[in-house]
């Protein structure tokens, strides 16, 4: 499979516990994007790279989020003290930029976070 | 804040019958995206229009956007119970911004 992937597929925690999700997307992609969402709702975009570089991030990526993108193939998305309200589909996608500013964007299975 | 949304927030049909769904936006765009959901599921990309386009297809979809509007539909003809998903269209946060924002969602159920 060529596609993006995620894992782990499903995360149950206990509130304040940390969690940490990995993301591989397609090879030749040099974007990578992270984005929640929660039911009934659309995905809302939490932050994306260009390569290791990550180029921006939203308001709703609070202090207790990172992310990292160390050598521009995988990346991981870390929450700290976890709450439930962190309790959300958090997706992962790629994508190819190479100047054009269309920017078709893969999407991964996602990780679905439960904290009890 | 969500730039598009989409209408109905629900539709259900026949298998064979066509399903048009409506996507409204905010700002400025230099293209607009559909994608699938299947329950529990990722995002599938279905199509990517341009502004300079007013119509695309790609097998039974057919994607039309109207700038001075700011709304684009989503047709599926002769559907299928497959087609059974959630459908949302997406914009860049700015005209051509790597970030989307997506609607709410339109949830489509194709009965057999």
């Known amino acids: 499979d060529t596609g993006v992937s995620q894992n782990p597929r499903h995360k149950i925690t206990k509130r304040g516990q940390n969690v940490t999700f990995r993301c591989d997307p397609i090879?030749?992609?040099?974007?990578l994007y992270w984005y929640r969402q929660t039911l009934g709702q659309g995905p809302e975009f939490l932050t994306y790279?260009?390569?290791?570089?990550?180029?921006?991030k939203s308001r709703l990526l609070s202090d207790r989020f990172s992310a990292e993108r160390p050598k521009g193939s995988f990346s991981t998305l870390e929450i700290q003290r976890t709450e439930q309200g962190d309790s959300a589909m958090y997706l992962c996608?790629?994508?190819?930029?190479?100047?054009?500013?269309?920017?078709?964007?893969?999407f991964g299975p996602g990780t679905r976070l439960t904290v009890l | 804040s969500q730039q598009g949304e989409e209408d109905p927030q629900a539709l259900s049909i026949q298998e064979g019958e066509n399903a048009t769904m409506n996507c409204s936006y905010k700002?400025?765009?230099?293209?607009l995206q559909w994608y699938r959901q299947n329950s529990g599921r990722g995002l599938v990309h279905l199509i990517l229009i341009r502004s300079n386009e007013r119509e695309k297809h790609s097998g039974r979809l057919r994607v039309t956007l109207d700038t001075s509007k700011k709304s684009s539909s989503l047709l599926i003809t002769a559907s299928r119970a497959a087609d059974t998903a959630s459908y949302f269209c997406a914009t860049p946060f700015y005209i051509s911004g790597s970030r989307l924002t997506f609607g709410e969602g339109t949830q489509l159920t194709v009965n057999p």
């Open positions: 996608a790629s994508s190819k930029f190479s100047g054009s500013s269309y920017n078709e964007q893969f």
């Open positions: 790279f260009q390569n290791e570089a990550q180029l921006e």
């Open positions: 090879s030749e992609h040099n974007r």
């Open positions: 700002t400025s765009i230099n293209n």
